[in-house]
């Protein structure tokens, strides 16, 4: 039982004890008091729970309004350039020995294409060009 909840049983507790010495006569007033001491309760902890959500979602806007992925993990991203870095060696060494240069030029040009296309995934706004975030205008740089 938090502190919270012991203030509220001592409310109800002083209620009841209230009730016992005014009489049946005072009940509806002693109750009306009672439950809106619950409602302000029940209230506080509604907005509280409203401004910790309206602050997350806030958080979310100034990242860029991008929410954090599951799949887009540094772990993730990590491994992907691994496993890509350590498969270019024999796909350039297959496409080297079996078409020479022209070989060579298609493997990279596809390791390179399952990169670019990994990190547009993972960060859709890679490729979209650059903005001003503060007053949402476009930039001299835009695409």
């Known amino acids: 039982m938090d ?3 012991a203030d509220l049983k001592k409310e109800l ?3 009841l004890q209230a009730r016992r ?3 049946e006569e005072y009940e509806s007033a002693l109750v009306d008091s009672f439950l809106e001491k619950v409602d302000q309760r029940i209230d506080g902890a ?3 729970r409203v401004r910790r959500q309206m602050a997350e979602q806030q958080m979310v806007v100034a990242r860029g309004s991008r929410s954090p992925k599951s799949t887009d993990s540094w772990g ?3 491994g ?3 496993v ?3 498969l270019a060696i024999p796909l350039s060494a297959i496409g080297g020995g079996i078409a020479h240069l022209p070989g060579l030029l298609a493997a990279w040009a596809g390791i390179v294409g399952v990169n670019a296309f990994q990190a547009v995934r993972t960060n859709p706004e890679l490729f979209r060009g650059r903005r001003h975030r503060a007053s949402g205008q ?3 740089w835009e695409d």
Request: proline share 0%.
């Open 46 to 48: 509604v907005e509280r």
């Open 3 to 5: 502190a919270r909840d």
């Open 13 to 15: 507790d002083a209620t």
């Open 80 to 82: 992907f350039g691994i």
């Open 76 to 78: 993730e991203r990590f």
């Open 21 to 23: 010495e005014l009489g």
């Open 138 to 140: 476009d930039s001299e």
């Open 84 to 86: 890509s870095l350590v």
